[in-house]
């Protein structure tokens, strides 16, 4: 037999009559039925019933969203609360069930109230990858959030990987919180250099409490007075300068001779720390502070930070084997990054076969390129066949931008001379100096009117060089690149073809190109290597004249037969007399 009973009256409950059997504590078997309509409403069993909601019916009627909306106003419920109920109503939930329960049915919602939640799944170091991916791991989104951001900010989805990995590892390692830089995204994708800087030049000012809106407006702040910064109460009242000064480890007999003015609140933020920079740099580099003056106007040092020039300095001197007066002579030094040398000094060993160790020693700007851009100068130069000496007698190609290099490499591929001339010392220079050595030709062809190039150190030299080329220059013959070419090609030294070449042969057709094309010409009919070095003038001549007599040669009754004078050594020695006797003088010049 069933007894129908009516439940109470309530808000929360369903308004069906339950169906309890005959025989059985009726109160018992209310306050448990309760209980559990309570615990499903306090959402301690939203893992359970939150799916089913939300999938299994179609239309979402009057009770699922009654449902769903308690389920919502249950995140208001402390743990506390909840383990209250459940002690009181159910003894089988334990405490540690209670919060696993609370803590799933809270997991997926956004975080607002508890903003420490995103900020510790932040902590990894981020590698640059994909924009995507970077924005996700930081922000710890979702892949359709990091698109939506990406979306709205074309800046940021065009910046580089690398300066994107190095501000949020930035940002992370100096406690920005991610919820909060998420409204100023400007700050991903400036320079890592200048974020490095502007975060360290506000910790050693003092600035507490520091948030992205302080770090995008730094230009403001280091304009304002270090009474206006008291006054939006990110300095303390009794702020004292001598307490960063301390910090930077500067002895006490130098302390004791600095002195700042009373008026300090007069002084703007940049002012002040450019006087603290003056006292720390004046003591580390042994220099007076006119001359480090001098330094900060040269090379911008205005708004550097001590603590990271500090690191620089012990990177340098330890790991680099640079001093202290050569870090005077080369004061850009002093703006590197700390963070970005660690990397130079663990991923970038070479640079096209030699050490970087001894490119810094010649050049220690290389030091100031982010070390991405390194390792994409050494693709490119490894895939030139350069030798040693070109790449060392200029260092300074390492410092060129990949793309600006690629780019202007490409353009030079085009002239016939590169694939002669590839080898040259000089040849590096022809791409360092991409824009001046355009110009020259424009001014040669407008003023010679000669298709005839100068020789590389002429093209490339310094402007006396080339001012006396373009004075008398008409006069001499390109003779020095067409023996580096013939050096090459014979393997042997410049010095031991000079010996085999006379002057009588030389002419105005004499250049790169068409040398290199008489050497494929002969050596593609199965002249040797020895038979060209004693008849090596037959290579200065033109190559259609070449090309006809060669054709003739072995018709000619003097050499019959031919395939018995075609392996004598001297056999190219009776060509050169054949082009002599049947070319005229005015075909030569």
């Not at 939150?50 to 995140?75: D, M, T, Y």
């Not at 105005?508 to 002969?522: C, D, E, K, P, Y």
Request: proline share 5%; glycine share 2%; net charge positive.
């Amino acid at each position: 037999m069933i007894v129908r009973v009516a439940r109470r009256a309530s808000p929360l409950s369903s308004p069906r009559s339950l169906s309890l059997p005959l025989g059985r504590d009726l109160s018992n078997d209310y306050i448990e039925k309760d209980m559990r309509t309570i615990r499903y409403i306090l959402g301690l069993e939203a893992t359970i019933v939150f799916r089913p909601v939300c999938r299994g019916s179609r239309v979402f009627g009057r009770r699922n969203a009654l449902r769903l909306q308690s389920l919502q106003l249950a995140h208001h419920f402390s743990c506390s609360q909840t383990e209250t109920l459940h002690n009181h109503s159910d003894r089988r939930w334990s405490e540690k069930a209670v919060r696993t329960y609370h803590q799933r049915a809270y997991g997926k919602l956004s975080t607002a109230e508890e903003p420490n939640v995103e900020f510790c799944s932040a902590n990894r170091i981020i590698q640059p990858t994909i924009h995507a991916e970077m924005i996700q791991q930081y922000f710890n989104l979702a892949k359709t959030s990091a698109y939506r951001i990406l979306d709205k900010d074309k800046r940021l989805k065009v910046c580089d990987v690398h300066n994107l990995a190095r501000n949020m590892n930035t940002l992370q390692k100096n406690s920005f919180d991610p919820v909060n830089v998420r409204n100023h995204l400007a700050l991903l994708y400036r320079c890592p250099l200048t974020t490095e800087h502007n975060i360290g030049v506000m910790k050693e000012l003092g600035l507490n409490d520091l948030r992205a809106e302080h770090l995008i407006q730094a230009i403001k702040l280091f304009k304002s007075s270090v009474a206006a910064i008291k006054k939006w109460g990110l300095l303390p009242e009794h702020y004292d300068p001598m307490e960063t000064l301390t910090s930077l480890e500067i002895p006490d007999h130098v302390l004791n001779n600095v002195k700042f003015s009373d008026c300090i609140n007069d002084l703007t933020l940049a002012q002040l720390h450019q006087k603290m920079s003056s006292v720390y740099l004046s003591w580390r580099l042994n220099c007076s502070e006119k001359e480090v003056s001098k330094l900060q106007q040269t090379y911008r040092l205005a708004k550097k930070s001590m603590k990271l020039q500090q690191k620089v300095l012990v990177q340098l001197e330890h790991e680099w084997n640079i001093d202290i007066p050569k870090v005077r002579l080369n004061g850009y030094l002093l703006t590197c990054s700390p963070t970005n040398i660690s990397l130079i000094d663990n991923k970038v060993k070479q640079i096209a076969g030699i050490s970087l160790k001894e490119y810094v020693v010649m050049t220690p700007r290389i030091l100031t390129i982010p070390y991405h851009q390194l390792l994409q100068v050494d693709q490119i130069l490894s895939k030139l066949d350069l030798p040693e000496t070109s790449l060392k007698a200029l260092p300074r190609i390492c410092t060129l931008h990949p793309d600006t290099l690629q780019e202007r490499l490409n353009e030079l591929q085009q002239i016939p001379e590169f694939y002669a001339l590839q080898s040259h010392p000089r040849m590096l220079h022809l791409i360092y100096y991409h824009n001046k050595v355009t110009s020259r030709l424009d001014q040669l062809q407008q003023v010679k009117n000669t298709s005839a190039l100068p020789s590389l150190n002429t093209l490339s030299g310094t402007k006396k060089v080339f001012d006396k080329y373009m004075t008398v220059g008409d006069l001499r013959q390109n003779k020095r690149d067409v023996v580096m070419l013939l050096s090459k090609h014979m393997n042997t030294k410049p010095n031991i073809i000079r010996k085999h070449l006379h002057h009588q042969c030389w002419g105005s057709q004499t250049n790169v190109i068409n040398v290199q094309r008489n050497i494929l010409t002969l050596r593609g009919v199965g002249f040797t290597e020895e038979q060209l070095m004693v008849g090596l003038d037959v290579l200065l001549y033109p190559p259609d004249l070449l090309h006809d007599q060669l054709a003739l040669l072995p018709h000619r009754p003097q050499v019959q037969p031919f395939s018995d004078y075609k392996s004598d050594v001297n056999i190219l020695q009776l060509l050169l007399y054949f082009m002599e006797k049947n070319a005229s003088l005015t075909s030569l010049s």
